[in-house]
């Protein structure tokens, strides 16, 4: 353990690199004490081991009373039935039970010929208004907004706000009024989408979580509302991130996009590189210790707080040789970028599914697909909750 307290690493030199300083923070003492925007010190939890470790460890409690990642330390989110994020056992292990039924392999699965089509249609339009094109705000974003709003049942013509509404509350400082606004609007639409749900059921999974068991009577309207609104924000958004930073990491490694192209099998294994290449929970998720917890043989006392550095973590070379290096035929790894133990995201699999017909289908469709812009003149998400690139400029 280091007695140094550190200043956490955080800007990036490299956009597709952690930020320089994290390796050896990490390297030199995985679990330490480090200062946050908000001017607390808190623990910094960087190794692989170490890192899992804290992630399952139940011990530790996500209803932070600091935000460290915001310069004024407050913490927004409320806490609420159904919203999984802020909610520890047994509450969180109730409700997730509840939803998980809905996120299953098998009904994922199904799902692929309808995010195929989505997909199609548009690279279909992509393709007939011709270069260049924004791949971010013609594909990157739409494609996932249509996917969990088809999922959901949300009306075509309320699909634009979701983008407005995450852009508004996903920031690491969001401006507090613009993002309770935003928040009211969401909770607006989505208590009339229940109503409507609960006289007229549909084949959405609104419907489907309003028919299924519930002897504990848990499933209230407002579980529902608080349910769909951090499911579609959260699903959006990160899968938002990944597409368009995945393409602009592809293109910015021509070798690695030819693999893909010449050999689209590869499409499973690049989308597993991918997430732990990129990891887009940037600066770590926050716990505090409910008790004395012991980690990488250091004591963490009841009532200290610590982050939980997954991109770190990702970085590890306990967790695969040379980290640094961007592999798409690497065998993939247990990565953290979905998180582990009971907060592990509940809709991985539907994004694993969507990232690789997404990737599979761009490579094959665009195979020609380069920079429309140099790669320095690119803008990224540097101040945002998950990292991702604003406007990605392509042709072909």
């Known amino acids: 353990m280091s007695e140094t307290v550190i200043a956490v690493p955080r800007t990036r030199k490299c956009p597709f690199s952690p930020p320089p300083g994290l390796a050896e923070v990490r390297d030199r003492a995985p679990v330490t004490r480090a200062t946050f925007p908000s001017g607390d010190e808190a623990w910094l939890i960087t190794g692989y081991a170490e890192v899992r470790a804290a992630m399952r460890d139940p011990r530790f409690s996500v209803l932070v009373p600091r935000a460290l990642h915001t310069k004024d330390g407050v913490v927004t989110a409320k806490p609420g039935r159904g919203s999984l994020l802020w909610q520890d056992a047994p509450e969180h292990t109730t409700d997730r039970k509840l939803l998980a039924k809905e996120f299953t392999v098998r009904r994922m699965q199904a799902l692929r010929p309808n995010i195929q089509r989505i997909v199609d249609e548009h690279l279909d339009e992509m393709e007939r208004l011709g270069p260049p094109a924004d791949l971010v705000s013609s594909f990157a974003v739409p494609v996932p907004s249509m996917v969990i709003s088809d999922l959901f049942g949300v009306p075509v013509e309320q699909r634009p706000e979701f983008q407005e509404i995450a852009e508004a509350v996903m920031g690491v400082n969001p401006d507090p009024e613009v993002a309770q606004a935003a928040g009211m609007r969401l909770g607006g639409m989505l208590f009339q989408m229940v109503q409507e749900r609960r006289a007229n059921p549909g084949e959405d999974l609104i419907s489907a979580l309003i028919g299924t068991d519930d002897p504990d009577g848990v499933i209230d309207d407002m579980f529902l509302i608080t349910a769909a609104g951090t499911l579609l924000i959260a699903a959006h958004d990160t899968t938002a991130c990944m597409i368009g930073l995945g393409s602009a990491l592809l293109l910015d490694r021509p070798e690695q996009f030819a693999l893909l192209r010449n050999d689209p099998s590869l499409v499973g294994t690049a989308v597993e590189e991918m997430l732990r290449f990129l990891t887009i929970g940037q600066y ?54 979905f998180g582990f133990g009971p907060h592990q995201c509940i809709g991985q699999q539907l994004a694993r599914i969507e990232l690789q017909i997404v990737f599979e289908t761009l490579v094959r469709r665009f195979p020609e697909l380069r920079l429309a812009v140099p790669a320095e003149e690119l803008s990224f998400r540097d101040e945002m909750v998950f990292y991702g690139v604003h406007k990605l400029p392509v042709t072909w």
């Open 284 to 337: 770590g998720g926050e716990r505090i210790a409910t008790e004395d917890v012991e980690i990488g043989g250091v004591l963490i006392r009841k009532g200290e707080q610590v982050v939980v550095h997954a991109l770190a973590a990702d970085f590890d070379p306990a967790l695969v040789v040379d980290p640094e290096t961007f592999d798409i035929t690497r065998r993939p790894s247990a990565h953290l970028a």
